[in-house]
């Protein structure tokens, strides 16, 4: 049997909900999982008008999504120069500018929603540490800069001087990255989801999944 560990930041009885006694016998989606993915999914469901219902064997936002540090890092998880090089510039740059548009849009649910979920704009400081990462480093950092993309490198001596250690040999100060608390984001739009009429279940494990003529069929514990 796996033992779950509840990160002691989280509190797992608000994570849990329960917005019916029973389970609704017919819904127009059912969405399994109720972290970021599943939440965000039920979310716009219900935006749109249908009547989607979560089903979540654990509690709101277990996992991964509860426990990780909230680093919302715009662009790829590679290094601009990396990417271009992997899908192209066109791509890169438009995967830049939907990583802006994602976090200009997160920003406008949790003012239209009131969700408080300790959202934060700062900065980002990508840090090398061998002449070979400080050399890759530059070279993204320039490529960006060619490109419109805002970023400043600093060179060792730079580095050392904001960062007031001499261990790094380079640095890349990114003017765009934003924090927040997952959970309480997660908390948030279910909670939204819910006035938009969505139903969400925790405690309730999906067994098996059957197709039907017209749907499908979820069987629960």
């Given at each position: 049997?796996?033992?779950?560990?509840?990160s002691?930041w989280?509190?797992?009885?608000?994570?849990?909900?329960?917005?019916e006694?029973?389970?609704?016998?017919?819904a127009?989606?059912?969405?399994?999982?109720?972290r970021?993915?599943g939440?965000?999914?039920a979310?716009?469901?219900?935006?749109?008008?249908l009547?989607p219902?979560?089903?979540?064997?654990g509690?709101?936002?277990?996992?991964?999504?509860?426990?990780?540090?909230?680093?919302?890092v715009?662009?790829?998880?590679?290094?601009f120069?990396?990417?271009?090089?992997?899908?192209?510039?066109?791509?890169?740059?438009?995967?830049?500018?939907?990583?802006?548009?994602s976090?200009?849009l997160?920003?406008?649910?949790?003012?239209q929603?009131n969700i408080?979920c300790?959202?934060?704009?700062?900065?980002?400081?990508s840090?090398?540490?061998t002449?070979?990462e400080?050399?890759?480093?530059?070279?993204?950092c320039?490529?960006?800069?060619?490109h419109?993309?805002a970023?400043?490198?600093?060179?060792?001596k730079?580095?050392?001087?904001?960062?007031q250690?001499?261990n790094?040999s380079?640095?890349a100060?990114?003017?765009h990255?934003?924090q927040?608390?997952?959970?309480?984001?997660?908390?948030?739009?279910?909670?939204?989801?819910?006035q938009q009429q969505?139903?969400?279940q925790?405690?309730v494990e999906?067994?098996?999944?059957?197709?039907?003529?017209?749907?499908f069929?979820?069987?629960?514990?």
């Open positions: 049997m796996t033992t779950r560990v509840v002691f989280l509190n797992p009885q608000a994570l849990c909900f329960q917005s006694q029973e389970l609704l016998p017919v127009d989606a059912v969405v399994i999982g109720g970021i993915t939440i965000s999914t979310y716009w469901l219900s935006h749109l008008g009547r219902v979560v089903l979540e064997r509690e709101l936002s277990c996992g991964a999504t509860g426990r990780n540090g909230g680093h919302f715009f662009g790829t998880n590679q290094s120069k990396d990417s271009v090089e992997a899908h192209g510039l066109d791509e890169t740059l438009a995967l830049w500018d939907f990583t802006r548009q976090a200009q997160l920003q406008d649910l949790t003012n929603h408080d300790d959202l934060r704009f700062n900065q980002l400081v840090l090398a540490m002449p070979a400080a050399q890759s480093l530059q070279e993204s320039e490529l960006m800069m060619s419109g993309v970023v400043k490198y600093w060179d060792k730079e580095v050392e001087h904001n960062t250690c001499s790094f380079a640095a100060l990114d003017p990255h934003a927040l608390w997952p959970a309480k984001l997660v908390i948030g739009l279910a909670k939204a989801a819910q969505a139903h969400i925790t405690k999906v067994q098996a999944v059957t197709r039907q003529a017209e749907g069929t979820i069987t629960t514990n």
